[in-house]
């Protein structure tokens, strides 16, 4: 009997050790109750705090936590500090609390919290994502919300705000945007005799071909892959769309004239060995082969700067804008991220306060500081932005938005998909991009 | 203290010594200890054991395998689960109708089929290797096992790396170093060749595991048996096959359920060595384009409606698995 | 041959096998520690050289200045040590529940459990985040103790269970004749006899918890909670990855899991075991 307690008791007291010990490490690793708890002590009508027992009736200071979570990288989440420095400053009583997370996982951890009731206040999407959410009613239409929308919408970009846009309501602004320029390798260039990068899609095809030498593994143009931005650029200065204006039909759109005459134009690339191979996979990246000279142009958008600065300091980039028609029409593909205020928040007001501030001039400005190219149509030229902003912002006001439909994602795979069938030659580009229009249509039903 | 058990073929030879000596001692009329009746407190004090594992399972994953298994008859809606349309089993019809799905499937039994028995055999010769009484043995065993603790997204993106097509490592090799081939082979473009990182990638992780659960299990084999057969004239392989192997069996047949399991389970290095089942999602296996219904499609119910299938069909495997091998092997 | 050249053949044949074999198998991580001293201009280099020209830290101070990367660290360790210690118990519990007693339902319950190992465990993710939050247990450290434990749970106690089983009873029935409780034989008699099996449980099931992520990173939302296969992902952005930091921070992430693994792996020492069962 007695040895049975013994070893009972000896269990007992590991048990015991080990929960005391764990929670002894919760409690200094901080309270346990989560951020969006501290959030629900105020609710957003009351105009008094609930712990505060002031005599005198002043200004009534509201405690709000408004959670921010993103995906920036670690230079700009640094400079949000400063912003958020700003806008608390200016608002006292609100603190804003961001939460950064890697892009790719970013989807999954959000909508986990949103399916457990735990999602944050607002956060900075990619413009993807907007309408898939707000179909979901996850989110707050702002055009119905923010007192100031009107104004701040005609603020900014056209292209990017349209990406907000759904079913008639705006569900977010556009924070950041982003866009593709043509890169040239001047060396390349003029070890070929080309001063100029081609400033018309004729010229950008003849150039490209002049610039390949495939034995040597050179090409004049490189492709990171078959997905729908990488072509997107090229598509849309040929005049080449997706859907009708009304995101109804793809048909004698997707595979209407200008659309099959830009994906012509890449496939010959392709097949007069002017459009590196390693469009199909398994190939030199776009980045460090235009950087070593295997690809003398390459379309891609303002983060190469960085990239260039930290892994090829030596090299030079240039940019010029996106090959046009005859008649000298340009455009290209926007890219970039929306805030969000997401319809399950308690701190309705502060997050939207908190959203009207990221599209101020002084955040914006403070974001441009570490290459974030501003949405505010305002400062294009604007002196104080980095110099390689001019480029991209004028890309901008040409720059179309891709399908702002909750679905866009099974449409990019359609057409994707056909690329590939044609790049691979078991379809010429009318055909595959005839099937693309069959397999959305059916997705816009 | 021992029962006669309920089915006497479970247990290993050296049980059955146990329970002629224990029905000895019964025999010699040792009275009962007072009490309750032997049979009801040994299941009140069986519980006992059971009771904090069960209890954790059952709040956190019995109780999230019906939810999620309610979510697959729906349309799930994430933000208003009430708004969620019922669908009965139409999720799961649409999996088994899809050529996708389908091909997911093929991809998965396809590499369970080459990487288990690859792991294994491997696993269990590099384990009996590291059993040896060699100098430095402890820093083999390190080395083998750094694969198995270095993360999935890490060595996946390593491995995928390594198999680029133009000017990659492997290439380097095969081509420069080896001189097997002539041109790059542009592993990552073909819906085929892509496996093979993804397989190498599979085996290279679990070999250093398997060898450590074999490594266990041959500690429990005493040497004095070893030594008798050497004694008795048996070679290296007949010591091996007569008296290792079946000693090791139990073992053994836990790691092939478990190596089988987690086969049909992977998802990470197929996930970031083809991005979600490139090209024309031929590439994908089950789970890999569950995550993509579930996480990018935002199409749950569907999500949940594969992996139930998936788990379905390991289940089934794996009590085939047990069933055949179970015969005189504890478990 | 004579024996003892016969024992030294077979002795240099095993260096051998090994070695080579070795060299392989470590020469991806031979890849990722060499990337790791390279500065990043250094990375993308075509040839890939093994050995860097100018190996430096430089990656390795980064990443350990790097904001707050120790408290993940710290996160990470504290959350893993508790599994572990709560894993073994539990599993040793369960283990022995089914290994050496007999019931009703004990065939389906051990089913059921194993069910629970072929769950894929992405599949649980969102209904466990509502058992969580329901719990109170989101954006804590126990909340990822509690869910690494019972995830792990099935798979240890398999396997511990055939350890348990395979100790005979006679040593046990003895203990049974002096009128030992069954707590005491398991502390006193299995447990020092399966120390390869606890080992071996006390291995992998440091190793999960300390490389988990699917979890950890819906589970904890506030910055300063986060373990470190969460900051190691940060380290890759949207647009291009640093891979020598990644790599330099995978390498620091690898060394407590060594250090538990080699710790534990003396216990894999052949003898331990057979103490008892002559005679």
């Known amino acids: 009997m007695r040895q049975r307690n013994q070893t009972v008791w000896r269990l007992a007291a590991l048990a015991t050790a080990l929960v005391l010990t764990l929670g002894a490490c919760d409690s200094t690793a901080g309270d346990a109750t989560s951020t969006t708890g501290a959030v629900e002590v105020t609710t957003t009508t009351a105009t008094q705090p609930a712990d505060e027992t002031t005599t005198t009736e002043e200004t009534p200071v509201e405690e709000a936590t408004v959670t921010y979570w993103h995906t920036m990288s670690e230079p700009e989440a640094a400079q949000l500090d400063a912003v958020i420095a700003a806008f608390e400053g200016a608002n006292p009583g609100i603190t804003v609390e961001p939460t950064r997370y890697a892009y790719d996982d970013f989807k999954a951890a959000l909508t986990t919290s949103i399916a457990g009731g735990e999602g944050p206040d607002t956060a900075r999407l990619d413009i993807i994502w907007v309408p898939e959410f707000a179909e979901l009613g996850a989110l707050l239409p702002l055009d119905g919300e923010l007192a100031s929308f009107d104004e701040t919408a005609s603020s900014v970009f056209p292209g990017p705000l349209a990406t907000n846009l759904w079913d008639g309501s705006y569900y977010g602004l556009p924070q950041n945007t982003n866009t593709q320029v043509l890169l040239w390798n001047r060396d390349m260039f003029e070890a070929a005799g080309i001063t100029e990068p081609p400033a018309t899609l004729e010229e950008f095809a003849t150039t490209a071909c002049a610039l390949s030498d495939s034995d040597a593994g050179t090409y004049g143009y490189g492709m990171g892959g078959t997905y729908f931005w990488a072509p997107a650029p090229i598509f849309y200065s040929s005049g080449g769309a997706v859907v009708d204006e009304g995101i109804t039909t793809a048909t004698g759109y997707v595979n209407g004239p200008e659309s099959v005459a830009a994906f012509e134009l890449l496939t010959g690339l392709y097949n007069d060995g002017c459009l590196s191979p390693s469009i199909l996979g398994g190939g030199v990246g776009t980045a460090e082969g235009h950087a070593t000279g295997a690809y003398a142009t390459i379309i891609d958008g303002p983060w190469m700067v960085d990239i260039y600065r930290n892994d090829f300091p030596d090299f030079e980039v240039n940019f010029a804008p996106i090959p046009a028609e005859p008649d000298g029409t340009t455009s290209s593909v926007v890219g970039g991220e929306n805030v969000v205020v997401f319809a399950d928040t308690d701190q309705k007001d502060a997050a939207l306060a908190w959203t009207e501030f990221l599209l101020s001039e002084e955040s914006q400005r403070l974001l441009a500081e570490v290459g974030v190219v501003p949405t505010l149509s305002g400062l294009a030229g604007d002196p104080a932005l980095p110099e390689y902003f001019e480029v991209f912002m004028a890309q901008l006001e040409t720059a179309q938005a891709r399908v702002p439909h909750p679905r866009w994602g099974d449409m990019d795979t359609a057409i994707n998909e056909a690329f590939q069938r044609m790049l691979q030659g078991t379809q010429t580009p009318q055909e595959a991009l005839d099937q693309a229009a069959e397999e959305i249509n059916a997705l816009l039903q | ?331 | ?279």
Not at chain 2, 264 to 280: C, E, R
Not at chain 3, 41 to 52: A, G
């Open chain 2, 1 to 331: 203290m021992t029962q006669t058990p309920a089915d006497p073929v479970l247990h290993s030879g050296r049980d059955r010594q146990a329970l002629t000596t224990s029905n000895r001692t019964e025999s010699l009329g040792r009275p009962e200890p007072p009490g309750p009746p032997r049979g009801r407190r040994r299941a009140g004090v069986a519980w006992l054991f059971l009771l904090p594992g069960v209890a954790l399972f059952a709040v956190f994953v019995l109780g999230p395998m019906i939810y999620s298994f309610r979510i697959s008859l729906y349309d799930w809606n994430l933000v208003t689960p009430d708004r969620s349309e019922w669908l009965g089993f139409a999720n799961y019809a649409r999996a088994l109708g899809d050529p996708t799905f389908q091909r997911a499937v093929v991809n998965t039994i396809a590499y369970t089929a080459v990487t288990v028995p690859a792991q294994m055999i491997l696993g269990t010769a590099l384990a009996v290797l590291l059993n040896k009484a060699i100098r430095g043995r402890a820093v083999y065993r390190v080395l083998y096992y750094l694969p198995v603790v270095t993360p999935w997204v890490i060595v996946a993106l390593l491995f995928k790396f390594l198999f680029v097509g133009q000017g990659g490592f492997v290439n380097h090799i095969l081509r420069n170093v080896l001189g097997v081939v002539d041109h790059d082979i542009l592993w990552l473009a073909d819906p085929l060749l892509i496996f093979a990182p993804i397989m190498a990638l599979g085996i290279w992780k679990g070999l250093g595991w398997t060898a450590v659960i074999v490594l266990a299990g041959l500690q429990i084999i005493p040497a004095e048996l070893e030594d008798a057969a050497k004694v008795d004239g048996a070679g290296p392989w007949q010591r091996f096959r007569f008296v290792t192997l079946p000693l090791l069996r139990p073992t053994l047949v836990f790691l092939f359920v478990v190596l089988v399991v987690g086969g049909l389970n992977a998802y990470v290095s197929n996930l970031l060595i083809t991005d979600g089942g490139q090209p024309f999602g031929q590439t994908h296996f089950v789970l890999t384009l569950m995550y993509q219904e579930t996480f990018t499609r935002l199409d749950f119910g569907y999500g949940a409606a594969i992996s139930y299938l998936l788990t379905a069909l390991v289940f089934m495997i794996s009590v085939v698995q047990l069933r055949l091998l179970r015969r005189r092997v504890d478990l």
């Open chain 3, 1 to 279: 041959m004579s024996s003892r050249l016969r024992h030294r053949a077979d002795k240099t044949a095993t260096h051998l096998i090994l070695a080579v074999g070795a060299l392989v198998v470590i020469l991806p991580f031979l890849f990722m520690a060499s990337t790791s001293l390279k500065s990043r201009t250094q990375v993308l280099e075509y040839p890939p050289r093994l050995l860097p020209t100018a190996p430096n830290l430089d990656n390795y101070v980064e990443v350990i200045r790097a904001e707050q990367f120790g408290v993940y660290f710290v996160n990470s360790l504290i959350v893993a040590v508790a599994a572990t210690g709560l894993t073994l118990l539990v599993s040793t519990l369960l283990a022995y529940g089914f290994a050496r007693f007999e019931f009703r339902w004990k065939e389906p319950v051990f089913y059921g459990l194993l069910l629970g190992m072929m769950i894929p465990p992405v599949m649980l993710i969102i209904p466990q985040f509502l058992v969580a939050r329901n719990l109170g247990l989101l954006n804590s450290l126990l909340g990822l103790i509690v869910v690494y434990v019972t995830m792990n749970l099935a798979l240890q106690t398999f396997l511990l269970r055939g350890f348990f089983e395979d100790i005979p009873r006679e040593l046990e029935e003895a203990a049974v004749i002096d009128g030992a409780a069954p707590g005491t034989i398991l502390w006193r008699i299995i447990i020092p006899l399966s120390r390869p099996g606890l080992a071996v449980v006390a291995i992998f099931t440091f190793l999960y918890a300390w490389d988990e992520f699917p979890w950890a990173h819906v589970a904890i939302q506030e910055t300063s909670k986060r373990t470190l296969p969460i900051a190691i992902a940060l380290f890759h952005g949207q647009y291009s990855t640093q891979w020598g930091l990644v790599f330099a921070a995978s390498i620091i992430a690898l060394l407590p899991v060594v250090v538990v693994f080699v710790f534990f792996q003396r216990y894999f020492i052949r003898g331990v075991s057979t103490s008892g069962i002559k005679g």
